[in-house]
């Protein structure tokens, strides 16, 4: 397992490099298990997907998850898009954080980049309430389409009417 | 899990109602043995069509197949080799139209509800839900979450509750000899669903 | 135009029409509930649109107001087929966020359970595929030898599905008397009966008639949808985090990776189905190899992992189960992102239909092998 997070950890350098040519307004970190970081602002966001799906040797072309995470103290919602190289030992995860105190906090979706975020990204506009522009087909996905609000938030607040339970003289079908 | 009646073969619990007898059992004392009727009509018994009725019914009962989540896997299982349900009459039939009852197993959600309801709508008369399973009965480990009902009995109206989770097989089993006990004590009159006044009359078996 | 009984069309008098059939969220064999809507052209499917979240259980929100060692028992009913694989991906996302390092014995006997859940997974899949394509029978075999598999866990942990087995630190509890045994005459058992639904079912050609050429994926399709596991391995990728990004104690074990060229249904379930003999394999290694030791390390009863996250991920019987976990310092999650390979295999469900017959939809599916409890949490 050692070798592995050898391989990862030089892998990681060679990208950091690359994006410091490639996408040279990213903030990149190596962590110690080999995971390179990169943060870029919203409108950066397709532009270093396109630089990490560049990378060579090892083009990180898998996109693992799409993950929201939502951090009222800051007032944003970041979005983590986990990568991988298949085959490959390259990992990275671009961070892409939005405004949550307006209406429609919104990013450019990257399916055309990794068409695997097309349900990750419909998830998280549906638990989050995070906008994709460009993505084909933005609707939820999990809950239904008459429901209200978005649950993942932090601040979100429960407000469905109680049910009772129903016996069979009172059942009406 | 109780079993009362045994046949002479065994341990299998006896399918045959109480109440029913034949004609020609040793020990029938309530026939007089010089009497007519033993010679001229062997193999005849006597019964009461209630009691017929819920027996024919209670030992084919056919359960929908709906499986929702964890408890479904438990459900086939007990449907499988080593708990046979078919012993007991019941087999699947993927059609509402075509079941007798229905096993709810999995949690039931805001989404899945609607569906439910309209399942539980096609089915015929007379039906039957055996809600198996934590979610099913309460909301599980799940209860009081943003999309979760806690319990298909808010959606349906249940008629055994199988707690677990998932129960074992051993407990579906049990849960669905109680809904054969059930079955057995309904009445032949026909109770209109839908709060109708006239569900309230005594010899409605419905409880 | 009225249709009476004397009508005889010519061309051109009839419209046709693209219609909807809707299948399911009740369907003998849709695994679960899932709604998929498919658009047919007379007997061809045009486009196959899944609709999900019938099972939608609030399991991140849920996850959220519980303590690390809680969640344990609720990851457990995402994938209610696999249980193990899941804890295990969940417990070394906490591990690695702890820095928790957790003992020799406990990694071997996680490879242990990982690879018995692997098979009775995949005979679960077996059998309710058979089901699905109309054999009856290789349902029951398969679900008497996962009874085998599920004695042998109730002897370990107690339960019979969702188990609870694995602990933040190692297990729950070392192998009770007997188990080793046990798990020697399963393996002795085993191979036989592999073999012989292999000649019942596998090499049937009713099977191989259903399967062949249904359902294609290129390599380079499956790569970019984000398929894992079998269904990316059926396509021609050879790539299993088991072998490739070893976890738990997976490096020590020899065991082969089997991987299809064509991408079609019946390469994935040839792979689903080969990949029972290797999970044999490394349980016999296990077996002979097993250290002694401790199966649980010390962590504290309040667990505050540091602030940060990762992303941790494991190979399932389905595929690439990932957990993204994200920590604030205190004994809660701050966030549990479940990343589910059948999530990712459904976006591949209309590239497979595409083209085919409506009967046909019925063999993709299973061949996916979906669980819709990780699929909509």
């Given amino acids: 397992m050692s070798g592995m997070t050898d391989r990862r950890l030089s892998a990681a350098r060679a990208l950091r490099d690359h994006l410091a040519r490639a996408a040279p307004y990213a903030e990149t970190d190596v962590r110690p298990d080999g995971e390179v970081v990169v943060r870029v602002p919203p409108d950066k966001a397709v532009a270093a997907a396109e630089a990490l799906a560049g990378f060579r040797p090892h083009p990180l072309n898998y996109l693992s998850c799409a993950s929201g995470v939502d951090r009222p103290d800051d007032d944003q919602i970041e979005v983590v898009y986990t990568v991988h190289s298949l085959p490959g030992p390259a990992k990275a995860s671009l961070r892409v954080r939005v405004d949550r105190k307006t209406e429609r906090p919104s990013l450019p979706s990257l399916v055309q980049v990794w068409p695997a975020a097309d349900y990750h990204e419909r998830e998280i506009y549906d638990l989050l309430g995070v906008w994709f522009e460009g993505h084909p087909d933005l609707r939820r996905i999990l809950l239904a389409e008459t429901f209200q609000g978005h649950p993942l938030r932090k601040d979100f607040v429960q407000n469905r009417p109680p049910r009772r339970r129903v016996t069979r003289e009172d059942y009406q079908p | 899990m109780e079993l009362k009646r045994r046949c002479g073969r065994g341990d299998l619990p006896c399918a045959r109602p109480e109440g029913m007898r034949l004609v020609e059992e040793p020990g029938d004392h309530s026939i007089p043995k010089d009497s007519p009727l033993r010679r001229v009509l062997p193999g005849v018994f006597i019964a009461n069509l209630q009691q017929l009725l819920n027996w024919g019914r209670k030992n084919s009962l056919w359960y929908m197949t709906f499986g929702i989540a964890c408890c479904a896997i438990e459900m086939m299982a007990t449907g499988a080799s080593r708990w046979d349900l078919d012993r007991f009459g019941s087999f699947f039939r993927a059609s509402p139209r075509q079941a007798d009852f229905m096993f709810i197993s999995g949690t039931i959600n805001e989404k899945m509800a609607e569906a439910v309801k309209l399942l539980y709508d096609q089915m015929a008369e007379p039906k039957w839900v055996l809600a198996m399973g934590a979610c099913a009965c309460t909301g599980g480990p799940f209860a009081g979450s943003y999309n979760v009902v806690d319990g298909v009995d808010k959606i349906i109206p249940v008629d055994v509750y199988v707690p677990g989770c998932p129960p074992r097989p051993e407990a579906l089993l049990d849960g669905l000899l109680r809904l054969q006990k059930l079955v057995a004590r309904e009445g032949l009159e026909f109770v209109p669903r839908g709060g109708a006044a006239a569900a309230g009359e005594e010899g409605g078996a419905r409880s | ?377």
């Fill in chain 3, 1 to 377: 135009m009225t249709i009476t009984p004397e009508f005889r069309p010519a061309p051109g008098d009839l419209e046709e029409h693209e219609f909807l059939v809707n299948m399911g969220p009740q369907h003998p064999s849709t695994h679960g509930v899932l709604r998929v809507i498919l658009r047919v052209d007379g007997e061809r499917l045009v486009d196959a649109i899944p609709d999900i979240g019938f099972l939608h259980r609030c399991f991140e929100k849920v996850a959220e107001g519980w303590t690390y060692q809680q969640v344990v028992p609720l990851t457990d009913r995402l994938d209610y087929v696999s249980a193990m694989t899941n804890e295990l991906a969940y417990v070394m996302a906490v591990e690695k966020l702890a820095g928790i390092e957790v003992p020799e014995r406990a990694q071997w006997l996680r490879v242990l359970v990982a690879e018995l859940q692997r098979i009775a997974s995949h005979l679960v899949w077996f059998g309710t595929f058979a089901l699905d394509l109309g054999a009856t029978t290789p349902f029951l075999y398969a679900i008497r030898e996962r009874e085998h598999i599920l004695d042998l866990f109730e002897a370990l942990c107690g339960a019979r599905l969702t188990y609870s087995y694995m602990r933040i630190g190692g297990v729950r509890g070392d192998l009770p008397p007997g188990f080793v045994g046990k798990t020697r005459e399963f393996l002795k058992l085993m191979p036989s009966r592999l073999r012989e639904y292999e000649n019942l079912f596998m090499r049937n050609r009713i099977f191989e008639n259903r399967t062949k050429g249904i359902g294609r994926v290129t390599a380079e399709e499956a790569v970019a949808y984000g398929a894992s596991g079998p269904t990316l391995r059926g396509s021609g990728v050879d790539w299993d985090l088991r072998r490739d990004e070893p976890y738990s104690a997976y490096d020590r074990f020899e065991f082969g990776v089997p991987v299809g060229q064509s991408g079609d249904v019946y390469d994935r379930a040839v792979c689903r189905f080969k990949e029972m003999y290797e999970s044999l394999k490394i349980v016999e290694q296990v077996l002979d190899g097993l250290p002694e030791g401790d199966v649980r390390a010390k962590v504290p009863r309040v667990l505050k992992p540091p602030a940060g996250d990762v992303y941790t991920r494991v190979e399932s019987p389905r595929g690439e189960v990932g957990v993204y976990l994200v920590s604030d310092g205190g004994p809660k999650p701050y966030r549990v992102k479940w990343r589910a390979p059948s999530f990712a295999h459904l976006r591949l469900l209309p590239v497979m239909a595409k083209g085919h017959m409506v009967a046909d939809i019925v063999a993709i599916i299973g061949s996916i092998d979906i669980i819709l409890g990780e699929v909509d949490r």
